[in-house]
């Protein structure tokens, strides 16, 4: 029986919040511990004790000696940690929610999706992974881990439990030496794909000049499976129609109503 394990995180503009980005991967345990030791490999080559990819865009810590401006070196990290993803990964997921969606949409659509873009990108990426797992036939649903220490924590919880009915799993992003906790290394990838499909949300949601081009990160990572689902102004509609749709059958499952009998 194969251990199925998801590394999802989560990237949101501040102070505005405009859009909130749930992104990450699937693989089994066993991969994924396979893929811990490379990982590190190529941090400690450079003398790195993780990878946060905001830090690295700003050459902050860890990367605030020798890395700014240095191309080549910048280039060769991120190939080589790229390279790494889809060698153990099985497929990417990624949910963008526009929070000035999510405020137009009817108590009743916005109780079904947690009241929260947190709760409610959840919801969306748990959608996914089912899916995939359906196609792909596998028997159980994975495990569902996050970075610890997401804002609005609470609501993904409540969320996560009430339709997959089990909790999700919360680790750290970074070794904390002092309490001998390791990091779940998968979520540094993660943190990679959900910053550049932020990048992406936040260039989408302007006009674009007609020369624009994909960030390279987000190119090769755009290689592997998977489709960002967008929840924007336009998925409005659809998301109230699916809610009374699922409502009706949850309230009526033998069709016993005016829209059974129809049938």
């Known amino acids: 029986m194969v251990m199925l394990q998801t590394a999802f995180d989560v990237s949101q503009d501040q102070p505005y919040r405009n859009f909130l980005v749930m992104a990450g991967f699937i693989s089994s345990a066993e991969r994924w ?17 993780y990878f946060q990819m905001r830090a690295f865009a700003q050459s902050d810590k860890p990367f605030h000696r020798g890395w700014k401006n240095n191309e080549s070196r910048r280039r060769k990290l991120l190939s080589d940690l790229l390279k790494l993803i889809p060698e153990h990964a099985y497929h ?22 947690g009241r929260t873009s947190l709760a409610a990108a959840g919801y969306l990426i748990v959608g996914l992974v089912q899916e995939w797992r359906d196609r792909e036939r596998y ?12 804002l609005d924590k609470g609501t993904l919880m409540k ?19 002092e309490k001998d906790v390791l990091a779940f290394t998968p979520l540094q990838a993660a943190d990679i794909l959900a910053y550049e499909v932020k990048k992406v949300a936040d260039d989408v949601g302007r ?14 990572l755009n290689r592997m499976p998977g489709e960002p689902k967008i ?23 033998l069709g016993g109503s005016e829209i059974g009998r129809a049938s």
């Open 33 to 49: 511990a396979d893929f811990d030791t490379p990982w590190r490999k190529r941090l400690a080559d450079d003398g790195l004790p």
């Open 92 to 113: 990417k997921f990624a949910v963008v929610v526009q929070a000035s969606a999510l405020g137009k949409v009817s108590d009743q659509v916005r109780e079904h999706l």
């Open 139 to 150: 028997l159980h649903s994975p495990e569902y881990i996050f970075e610890d220490g997401d």
């Open 159 to 177: 969320m996560l439990h009430e339709i997959n009915g089990k909790d999700p799993i919360f680790r750290p992003k970074k070794d904390i030496p």
């Open 207 to 220: 006009l674009l000049p007609e020369d624009f081009r994909f960030r390279f990160p987000y190119e090769e």
């Open 231 to 253: 929840f924007n102004h336009n998925s409005v509609g659809m998301a109230e129609i699916l809610v009374k749709i699922n409502t009706h059958f949850m309230d009526h499952p």
